[in-house]
């Protein structure tokens, strides 16, 4: 007795401990690349730029106990927010007008400006001018997008992630890329298959994003910026990752000479110009397999969970529809003619940015199993519907003729054999589903496809990690499919008995 005591008061003080540490909630995309917040290549579960030195010397200076990373997509950033699912954002955001309008932004960080790269031998291509009737990429949602876009007669092709970007260039799918000088220092300047243009074009200033009520929080931020950049802190992250420029000197009052060791960029370097063995991949491999494994649990738990729901809602909605009263039935036909009519996409940023908009505000994981699991009911009690049709309605008829009622013919007679006539598409919408959780990246959930997505844009490496993460899958989906052969023999067993 008085060991479990001791238990619950220790485990008690512990908690009270976590409970009263300051902790800075913040928020990026890690796949968007060096050098803003990204994988460690040697150590994936690490994250390294000079974002997160920027995050993690002003959380000192304000005087918070530790930081907690939370991944969102990019363009989520600023939705992000507002539904507080962070304290601020940093990941190369602009300070554009329209977002100031929505979030308050700190004082500027970074100045930089936009950087149009060719492919190696293309000299037709010397000016925004020039890519008249061309193709360009960009980042999704930039500055580099609008002005690309403002130029005209352009065709403008956005990436999720800037590394992508330069990839489709090498293989002569775009014609060139404008992307923030910053991108194009770490992913093109020292590639011989792309050229830089020697001009600037566009400012881009980066800020910290928070909240529209958080001003005390933004002018903390601001003062601690201002101490670090006296103190010399900020000049040292830069010189780290070889970003200071002329505009940065301007901007801080800073022309002292550089004293950068320049020591994250030429990592970074290092590591993308080295060529890598077999068996340094398949250390790769294994090095990211915890990664991957904690992504393939959140997608699994994720997808079991949605699927109950799909699957008891389903039946619900089939029942309502042909067994129920014209409203009812209406009303049922009308909810899955709208949710099969409409992209599961749009419906998961309904329920996550826009529920909270009308004060209802859930979490991630709420959020990806209603949205998985209200979508797939839709198509399973179309399913349903295909059961319970096939089952002959003189059965029906002769359980009412024998005294039972309405509600019981359809739970002992109608039911059983309707289920166990869908359990074939029922189980391949589950491996279908199992698929759509990748989804739910938008929405700060970090499962096995964003992991991928992750991993493939430090090591460039698709073929490999792809094939092994289509392996997971399959692992994933194969005893679910087992289990509905198992099941479906079963009751075969069962009828031919009878």
Not at 310 to 330: Q, W
Request: proline share 4%.
């Amino acid at each position: 007795m008085k060991f479990i005591l001791f238990l619950l008061i220790f485990t008690f003080s512990i908690s009270s401990t976590f409970a009263e540490q300051k902790v800075l909630r913040w928020a990026a995309d890690a796949e968007s690349g060096a050098p803003f917040v990204f994988q460690d290549p040697r150590l994936p579960s690490k994250l390294i730029g000079f974002e997160v030195d920027i995050i993690e010397a002003l959380a000192k200076e304000l005087g918070y106990d530790k930081t907690l990373f939370v991944q969102n997509a990019w363009d989520g950033l600023i939705p992000g927010l507002e539904r507080d699912d962070y304290d601020v954002a940093i990941n190369g955001l602009e300070i554009t007008p329209d977002r100031a309008q929505v979030v308050n932004f700190s004082e500027p960080y970074f100045i930089t400006y936009e950087v149009l790269a060719v492919k190696t031998g293309n000299e037709k291509v010397n000016d925004l001018l020039d890519l008249k009737g061309r193709s360009a990429g960009t980042l999704k949602s930039s500055l580099a997008e609008r002005i690309l876009r403002d130029a005209g007669g352009i065709t403008v092709k956005t990436y999720e992630s800037e590394a992508n970007s330069y990839a489709d260039l090498r293989l002569n799918r775009i014609d060139a890329v404008l992307i923030d000088q910053p991108v194009a220092l770490y992913y093109a300047s020292w590639n011989p298959d792309i050229k830089l243009i020697d001009k600037k074009f566009g400012e881009v200033i980066y800020g910290i994003a928070a909240k529209k009520d958080r001003k005390e929080l933004i002018a903390q931020i601001n003062s601690a910026l201002a101490k670090l950049s006296s103190t010399g802190k900020l000049r040292e992250i830069y010189d780290k990752w070889n970003l200071w420029n002329d505009i940065m000197a301007h901007h801080f009052n800073d022309y002292t000479l550089t004293k950068r060791d320049a020591s994250g960029f030429k990592n970074f370097i290092k590591f993308q110009e080295r060529e890598v063995t077999w068996q340094e991949k398949f250390e790769r491999y294994l090095v990211s397999l915890p990664d991957l494994g904690a992504g393939a649990l959140t997608t699994l738990y994720l997808s079991i969970l949605s699927m109950i729901v799909a699957v008891v809602f389903g039946l619900m909605l089939a029942l309502a529809k042909v067994y129920g009263s014209k409203p009812i039935s209406f009303l049922a036909t009308m909810y899955i003619e709208i949710i099969r009519g409409t992209p599961l996409l749009i419906q998961l940023y309904l329920i996550y940015y826009g529920l909270p908009q009308i004060g209802i505000n859930i979490s991630p994981l709420i959020a990806g199993v209603w949205g998985l699991g209200m979508n797939y009911a839709a198509y399973e009690a179309e399913n349903y519907r295909a059961g319970l049709f096939s089952v002959p309605l003189g059965q029906f008829e002769a359980a009412i003729s024998l005294g039972m009622t309405k509600y019981q013919a359809l739970r002992f007679v109608i039911i059983p054999q309707a289920i166990r006539l869908v359990i074939p598409p029922v189980t391949n919408d589950f491996i279908s589903l199992l698929k759509d959780s990748s989804l739910v990246s938008v929405i700060t959930m970090v499962e096995l496809t964003k992991e991928y997505s992750r991993l493939a844009s430090i090591y460039y490496d698709h073929i490999g990690l792809g094939i092994l993460v289509a392996i997971i899958y399959l692992l994933l989906g194969y005893p679910f499919v087992r289990l509905s052969k198992f099941v479906e023999n079963k009751f075969a067993l069962k009828s031919s008995k009878k």
